[in-house]
Every structure is written in structure tokens, then in C-alpha cells.
């Protein structure tokens, strides 16, 4: 990705302004005295600029290392002798200033903003933001007898083009301010300082707040009807994230999905996810820990994923609700609720195998590299796709043997594609905004693990909730090793 286009036009110019300081001692005479006066305008414009539309940190620095070299720049100029430090002192101070200035670009480059890749579908993307309570279900996590589990969701689904002069939805929330919230409880979870992730609240994404649904058939590319319920209903793909992450973890899968005829449905697991904002005001961080007992972890990791399964259960009966307007929205009349997956990512992966088993009316389910949880796994009817990461030495043991258990007990055929190259935040948007480290998120191109991920997902489900695409062995193969298990065991 081009480290000049994640930076502004005045990011490039304090950064240009203040690489000719820091080299302006090591010109010519004739040209030192324009250079000098051009650079440092350009510092102290694009400076004051950047003060006032909002300086980020990688921005920081940039100006300290021209603050460093604005002096000694400068004052040959002004002074009648215009004596200069002799190069065997000057040398080392400009090797430091220079470095300073490269940390701008550099870290721009390693953590920038994330920018989403267009979705490829022929329908624009709409999204928008529920709030459901179960109210036969009692939270948990809380004492408070009255207390109901309340789940938050958000919803990508194809649309109308927008009007003119739309403006896309931020990244982790439907304000800004949620996405900072959000941005920082990510980090916080993470470990790191939460500037190091504060380009997340600046990204947009492809979709856009409550443009109505698209008219036509929910087939993507083809005509006729879109499901059973008409022509312009169109399959729903339940999604759960990751162990402490959010619900818009994976949008640029969930806009891909969407521009070819999907409704997609990301879930906040309060108490799990790393921050739910809800409609009131409150913010419900995660409660979740690891013990550091094994056998402890693995009962708690059980217990959350039979949580999450049931929030996805119920966000799929909510999903009539929704359809028949009872829930107004854009998606009045466009669901096809008899064509449902469920998919998530690690932890939500398990909970979307654990939901199918116990919600038959869950028709296919993705699991993108989860280890499942279940403690007394059954027979289940759903086909499965499950993306694994790159199998080595560090990968769990119990992984795939486990999960490969899991995938031959399904009634219908499963398929297990590991992609080469790709880590297990692969699979998510993390490619888009943090350091490219084969160990963190694989060694593919930042955009190609989430293009992998939406492909192989795509294949799948038009095979497994579209009448007439055949099986998607073929398609899956061109993204990784394929292993199919057909039931009775071949």
C-alpha cells in the first residue's frame, strides 16, 4: 500500500518540508537559502494546518525531528559570518533528525487507517444498527434478576445506490465518538497503547446508514428470483466474532458479501466483545480472562461459546420480526429467512458449528479458523466451510483433529480449505491496519487475505443457499488445499 496516499496532502508536505531542513545543510551554497525558507514555510503551514484539522501521532515525529533542525538550518543564514558546524558533528545529528522524519512515514505505513477494498458485487451497500433483548433469556454475566440478554447487531445488506453527497459509515460505530470507544477497548484488550490504533476511528467504509434495500433479484449476476419468499429477498449470513472482538471486525467480508446479494449480520456479544455501546449511553466492556489453568480456560471457553451460539439462535428468530417491518427498518420484506448461515471467526467460528447443531433452521455454517468448543459434540445436517490458517510447530496440537471430528459429523459435505500464507487475523480486517508480521497477520498482500476470505465464502454459500450453483470444491481449490469429507466418511 503507497505510504503517500494514508497520508493527507499536508501530512506530505510537513513530512517533504521537513526532510529538506534535515538535508538543506548538505546542499550547495546557491540553492541553501531558498530551500531553507521554502522548507521551513512548508513545516510551519503545514504545522499550524494539521494543529487544527487533528494531528496524528505518527505526525509527532515529523515536527520534532524539524523543530531539532529548524535552529541550526536557519541560523547560518541569519548570522553575517553564516558559519555552519563542522560535518563531523553535523553528520550525526542529521542521521537522527532524518530517522525522526522516516518515523512518520514508516508507522504511517505499519499502522495506517485502514482503506476498504470496493466491494466487487453489483449492488451498493447499505448498513444500519439494532438493539434486541431476549426477554426469556436472563444475562449471565450480570446478578440483577431482571436483567436480559441483550445483544447489539449490525447489518450490511444490499442497496439502492445512495443519494449525492452520502457519507460513508465509520468504521467501528455508528458515530465516531462509538468508534473511539470501541477503537480503545480494542487496543486496551490487545495490550497496546490505545494511540497506536487511533486511525480506526478515522476509516469509512463502503456502506452507507439507511438507504433502502436494493429492487431485483437477490441472485447476484442473474435474473429470476432471489429466494423463496420473491424476488427480492435475499439469504442471510449471521456473523460472531472473534474472542474479545466486535462485530464490524470483518466488514470488508461483510461489504463483499453484501454487493453480491447478502444480508450480512455481525453481532457485539456484550461482556465478550471488547466494547458494546448501547442505544442508552452504556458501555459494557469484556469480562472475559484467561486463567492460565488450561483445563479452567477451556471450561470458560465452553460456557462463552454455548453463549454465543445462543445469541446467534436468536438473532436468526428475530430475523421475521425484522422481515415483516414489526422491527421497522430497510429490510422490511427482503429477508429470506428460510436461507440462513451462520459464520464467525475463532471463538464465533465454534459458536456458528455449536448453533447449527442446536438450530436446525440454520442452513449452512463458515467457520473461519475456530476452534470448536462444544463439549459433547452431535450429528448435525448443515455443510460447513472452514478456513484455516497455515498449519505449523506453533499451531495447537488438538486443532484440526478436533476440528476435523467435527466436520465428519455433519450429514451433508464439508470442506476444509487451508490457505496458504494466511495467519489467524487473516481472516479478519486486521491485514488492512496493523503491522504486516507474517506471525500476526500472514505473509499475503495486506487486501488479499480478506479478498481469500470473501471469495472462498462467497463460493460456499452460493452452492449451499442458491438453487443451481453445484458444488463449490472447484472454486475453493483456487484458494488454498482442500480437504472435502462427503458423508458416510469419504
Request: proline share 10%; aromatic share 6%; net charge neutral.
Amino acid at each position: 500500500m503507497n505510504t503517500l496516499v494514508q497520508m493527507s496532502p499536508w501530512e506530505a508536505l510537513l513530512v517533504l518540508g521537513a526532510f529538506a531542513l534535515v538535508l538543506v545543510r548538505w546542499l550547495p551554497p546557491r540553492p541553501r537559502r531558498p530551500v531553507t525558507f521554502g522548507a521551513a514555510a512548508s513545516v510551519a503551514l503545514s504545522g499550524a494546518v494539521l494543529g487544527v484539522l487533528g494531528l496524528r501521532w505518527q505526525m509527532v515525529p515529523v515536527l520534532a525531528g524539524a523543530a531539532v533542525v529548524l535552529p541550526f538550518a536557519l541560523s547560518p543564514l541569519l548570522r553575517s559570518a553564516r558559519r555552519r558546524a563542522p560535518w563531523w558533528l553535523a553528520l550525526p545529528g542529521s542521521a537522527v533528525c532524518l530517522a525522526l522524519v522516516a518515523a512518520g512515514p514508516a508507522t504511517v505505513w505499519a499502522l495506517p487507517t485502514p482503506v476498504f477494498p470496493a466491494p466487487t458485487g453489483r449492488f451498493a451497500v447499505g448498513t444500519g444498527v439494532l438493539e434486541l433483548t431476549d426477554p426469556e433469556r436472563p444475562e449471565t454475566a450480570t446478578t440483577a434478576p431482571d436483567d436480559r440478554r441483550t445483544v447489539v447487531v449490525q447489518y450490511w445488506y444490499p442497496a439502492r445506490k445512495p443519494p449525492a453527497g452520502g457519507r460513508p459509515a465509520p468504521y467501528l460505530g455508528r458515530t465516531e465518538h462509538e468508534a473511539r470507544v470501541v477503537s480503545g477497548a480494542l487496543a486496551d484488550y490487545s495490550g497496546l497503547p490505545g494511540f497506536l490504533l487511533d486511525g480506526l476511528p478515522r476509516a469509512r467504509t463502503h456502506a452507507t446508514f439507511g438507504v433502502p434495500a436494493a429492487d431485483g433479484a437477490g441472485r447476484d449476476g442473474a435474473g429470476g428470483e432471489g429466494g423463496e419468499g420473491g424476488a427480492d429477498r435475499f439469504p442471510v449470513v449471521l456473523f460472531s466474532p472473534g474472542l474479545g472482538g466486535v462485530r464490524t471486525q470483518n466488514t470488508a467480508w461483510a461489504e463483499e458479501l453484501a454487493g453480491h446479494g447478502y444480508v450480512v449480520v455481525g453481532l457485539d456479544h456484550p461482556y465478550d466483545s471488547a466494547a458494546v455501546v448501547l442505544s442508552d449511553g452504556r458501555t459494557i466492556r469484556t469480562e472475559v480472562s484467561a486463567t492460565g489453568d488450561d483445563a479452567e480456560d477451556e471450561r470458560r471457553a465452553a460456557a462463552w461459546t454455548a453463549v454465543r451460539a445462543a445469541d446467534l439462535s436468536f438473532v436468526r428468530a428475530q430475523l421475521g420480526r425484522i422481515d415483516s417491518g414489526e422491527i421497522a427498518g430497510p429490510l422490511t420484506g427482503h429477508l429470506d429467512t428460510a436461507r440462513v448461515a451462520a459464520a464467525g471467526h475463532s471463538l464465533g467460528g465454534g459458536a456458528a458449528l455449536q448453533a447449527a447443531r442446536q438450530d436446525p433452521a440454520i442452513a449452512a455454517v463458515i467457520d473461519l479458523d475456530g476452534f470448536p468448543h462444544d463439549p459433547t459434540p452431535q450429528p448435525f445436517r448443515q455443510p460447513v466451510l472452514a478456513l484455516t490458517q497455515a498449519i505449523g510447530p506453533d499451531t495447537d496440537p488438538e486443532y484440526l483433529p478436533k476440528l476435523t471430528r467435527v466436520l465428519s459429523l455433519s450429514a451433508a459435505t464439508t470442506y476444509r480449505l487451508t490457505v496458504p500464507g494466511a495467519a489467524h487475523l487473516t481472516f479478519t480486517d486486521a491485514p488492512l491496519y496493523l503491522p504486516p508480521l507474517p506471525s500476526l497477520v500472514g505473509s499475503l498482500d495486506r487486501t488479499e487475505g480478506p479478498r481469500i476470505t470473501a471469495g472462498a465464502s462467497l463460493a460456499f454459500l452460493d452452492a449451499a443457499l442458491r438453487d443451481g450453483r453445484g458444488d463449490p470444491a472447484a472454486a475453493l481449490s483456487a484458494y488454498g488445499a482442500l480437504t472435502v469429507h462427503r458423508p458416510g466418511g469419504s
